[in-house]
């Protein structure tokens, strides 16, 4: 939360027990936007929501969690909680499904690769094998401009600022916990490169950029292969982080990736503010 929140206001929301020991967390952004109070999700921050210790009782920990927050009364409050976890009891809150795209067992790369599309995703691996090569030295700096330049080609801005790309990068690598890959052809040509996080429950691919002068057509699945080679044996799951859009959720299916639903909260104290942010958080 330190990393990409920082320059702002963030806390943790602790239910303690009698003795002091932590029973359930719940991190959150804590900001304003059009002078209102919010409760945000942060960025490159797919899923947050409750942590409770294993044996806690989750009912009375909620109950807590959710008083906590309506103590705080925020104009909004949207947060993406993580898959699995039980809504029932946020009352007072809308909860709507989302869909992420996950291959839930990384653990036999060959059994991953059988897996994926023949056609659209093994063909265009190895076609692509033949002519690039990993990049396991590119400095996050490179990446930070190769993405910014990877949108102004395709007419946008790039919403997140290279410092801010930067920082997330390094801090995963410098604790051991990301993977930074580009792929380069044999004249030294950055095609494409990736940027995942993980732990050892499951990996999160954040952030892509293909080079906007041209690239080879299978590039993108290639990065995908190599670093599932890479993660198998530090993570189980790998997530594509998304999307609700068909035709991208298309595009990782065909890697064997199944849906995985999980859950946006949210709450306007207004009718107008619902009004005016539902389609912008």
Not at 36 to 44: G, K, R, T
Not at 118 to 137: I, S, W
Not at 191 to 214: E, W
Request: charged share 20%; glycine share 8%.
């Amino acid at each position: 939360m330190e990393t990409v929140c920082r320059g702002k206001e963030w806390d943790v929301a602790l239910v303690k027990e009698p003795d002091g020991t932590i029973a359930a967390a719940m991190p959150y952004l804590w900001g304003k936007r059009y002078g209102m109070h919010y409760l945000l999700q942060p960025q490159l921050t797919q899923y947050s929501g409750p942590w409770f210790r294993p044996g806690t009782d989750t009912s009375s920990a909620t109950r807590w969690l959710v008083d906590y927050f309506g103590r705080l009364r925020p104009l909004f409050f949207a947060q993406n909680f993580a898959p699995g976890t039980d809504t029932r009891m946020w009352t007072g809150y809308t909860t709507s499904d989302r869909i992420t795209y996950r291959i839930e067992d990384i653990s036999d790369p060959q059994q991953v690769f059988d897996g994926f599309d023949k056609q659209r995703r093994q063909r265009p691996v190895r076609r692509a094998e033949k002519v690039l090569q990993p990049v396991d030295d590119l400095s996050p700096q490179t990446f930070a401009r190769f993405h910014a330049d990877y949108w102004a080609s395709r007419g946008q801005r790039d919403l997140l600022s290279q410092d801010f790309i930067i920082r997330v990068i390094e801090t995963a690598l410098g604790h051991g916990q990301g993977i930074l890959l580009g792929l380069n052809d044999g004249d030294g040509k950055l095609h494409a490169a990736r940027f995942v996080a993980y732990d050892d429950r499951c990996a999160y691919s954040l952030l892509s950029a293909l080079n906007p002068t041209g690239h080879h057509n299978g590039a993108s699945p290639l990065l995908f292969w190599h670093i599932i080679q890479r993660l198998s044996t530090r993570t189980r799951a790998f997530d594509f982080e998304g999307s609700m859009d068909p035709g991208i959720a298309f595009s990782y299916s065909l890697y064997g990736a199944k849906p995985i639903i999980y859950a946006r909260v949210t709450r306007f104290r207004h009718p107008l503010v619902q009004k005016l942010l539902q389609n912008k958080i």
